[in-house]
């Protein structure tokens, strides 16, 4: 027996013309309809909608692509899992499992990582806010300690003095890299001379281990040479503090920021076509640093904690169609169950929207919203999309990083969070919150009971 056609409305679409994309003016959208082989409709059946998956494999694959690029071209590679990315257990323990230590910036981030089983001496500790406490259990736990400012550097020489640990610490530096705005906010400054000033106070306090440098030039970096820039400036400093102090340090951080293959708003072509690949990366990096006068027989382990471009591509978002409306310009709208509030990326990318089942091949002009009462509540301004009906499935691919650790609960429950194992078996790794959940830390005062 044949299968019933979809039904496709007649429309008159107004025809804009533009650059193409290198494959001509074809604007139909392929349905995604498995994640890993398990069928999206079956996810959302036991999860419910919207429900987040994260795909072990896909973490696996791109963490084995990016370990490659460092390691063929530099001896001494060391990756450490930025926590703030996405600090689910389950996806930070399969981060270290693969051999990444751990990058936290703040207390919080500490704990969890220690809670995760992460050797102390494995834990960067990053970040401008670090209580004396933080600090005290960093030194005692033989932690590195990146410093951010003199005000923490003071705070540590004076820690020093109440333990028998030296504390094990480098210093983040900031300079101009050739990409503006320049990330000033953190570390201390190269070309004003306050890095190599912190760098004399520590070395002349004897108080401290300086371990090595550091440097975090910014996020979705798209081009590789920013971060030679930046390893050439921290290989100097090394090699004056070897001059001055006859001393060797132990690493070079080149911190995060890489992209991933998302697209950012008001880019004229999309992020898969113009982001640097990790190869673009790794060579700007090492070039610089096995070029550098540093001593060969003390070359420092690279440290890398790239986040975003390890774990977007590994995670969807998967919902519903609420329902449609034409605009007063004409123009069509489809509301989804996901709002900005567990999508908070979509602020900075265009997200690709696909069907989770079979629809038109005709696309129109569509405006995406989400179920939130508010006005900024637009997964995307514009975008070609299908005619779909009520019920039916989307999915939104590449959000793995930040959209669960800045997601916010707001008017409707956070959603659950799935892992797919290599397996193909699917892991419930966060609950789906409940009123109960969402209320359990308030308090009422007696008046009001």
């Known amino acids: 027996m044949m299968k019933k056609k979809i039904f496709e409305k007649p429309i008159i679409t107004k025809i804009n013309a533009g650059v193409p994309d290198k494959f001509g003016m074809q604007n139909q959208i392929k349905a995604i309809t498995h994640i890993d082989q398990v069928a999206i409709k079956d996810i959302i059946a036991e999860y419910g909608s919207p429900v ?19 390691s063929t071209r530099y001896p001494k590679v060391q990756f450490a899992w930025s926590y703030k990315t996405n600090y689910l257990n389950a996806v930070c323990r399969k981060y270290h499992q693969l051999g ?27 970040g401008p806010d670090k209580s004396d406490e933080d600090l005290l259990l960093a030194i005692e736990n033989k932690s590195l300690i990146h410093i951010d400012h003199f005000e923490e550097l003071y705070t540590i020489l004076k820690l020093a003095n109440t333990t028998e640990n030296k504390p094990k610490v480098a210093i983040r530096v900031n300079m101009d890299t050739g990409v503006y705005p320049m990330w000033d906010r953190f570390g ?25 440098l550091h440097t975090h030039i910014g996020t979705y ?6 971060y030679g820039n930046a ?24 911190g995060g920021g890489f992209a991933s293959k998302n697209t950012l708003k008001g880019a004229f072509l999309p992020g898969t076509d113009t982001c640097p690949s990790f190869d673009d990366y790794a060579e700007s990096i090492t070039n610089a640093l096995i070029g550098s006068d540093i001593n060969p027989e003390h070359m420092p382990t690279l440290f890398l904690e790239t986040g975003r471009a390890l774990i977007d591509d590994a995670g969807y978002l998967l919902g519903s169609i609420i329902g449609n409306k034409r605009l007063t310009s004409g123009r069509a709208s489809t509301i989804l169950d996901i709002g900005v509030n567990i999508l908070f990326t979509s602020f900075w990318y265009d997200h690709l929207l696909y069907p989770a089942e079979e629809t038109s091949n005709y696309t129109e002009d569509t405006t995406v919203y989400g179920p939130l009462c508010m006005n900024i509540d637009v997964i995307r301004e514009s975008l070609p999309f299908p005619n779909m009906k009520k019920g039916q499935h989307v999915v939104i691919k590449r959000i793995g990083a930040y959209n669960m650790t800045q997601w916010m609960q707001f008017i409707t429950h956070r959603p659950a969070i799935v892992m797919i194992d290599k397996e193909g078996k699917t892991h419930l790794v966060r609950k789906r919150e409940t009123n109960e959940s969402i209320v359990n830390e308030e308090l009422v005062p007696d008046y009001l009971q």
């Open 52 to 70: 987040f998956v994260i795909s072990e494999q896909t973490m696996e694959e791109t963490y084995e692509t990016a370990l490659q690029a460092f």
């Open 100 to 126: 990444s230590w751990a990058e936290v910036v703040s207390g919080f981030e500490y704990h969890k990582a220690l809670s995760n089983g992460v050797e102390p001496n494995k834990i960067i500790f990053n």
């Open 188 to 212: 201390f400054n190269y070309e004003n001379g306050d890095a190599w000033n912190a760098i004399n106070r520590l070395m002349l306090s004897k108080k401290v281990d300086f371990m090595g």
């Open 221 to 226: 970096i798209m081009v590789g040479w920013a």
């Open 231 to 254: 390893a050439k400036k921290l290989a100097d400093l090394a090699v004056k503090i070897e001059k001055k102090f006859n001393h060797y340090i132990k690493y070079i951080d080149m």
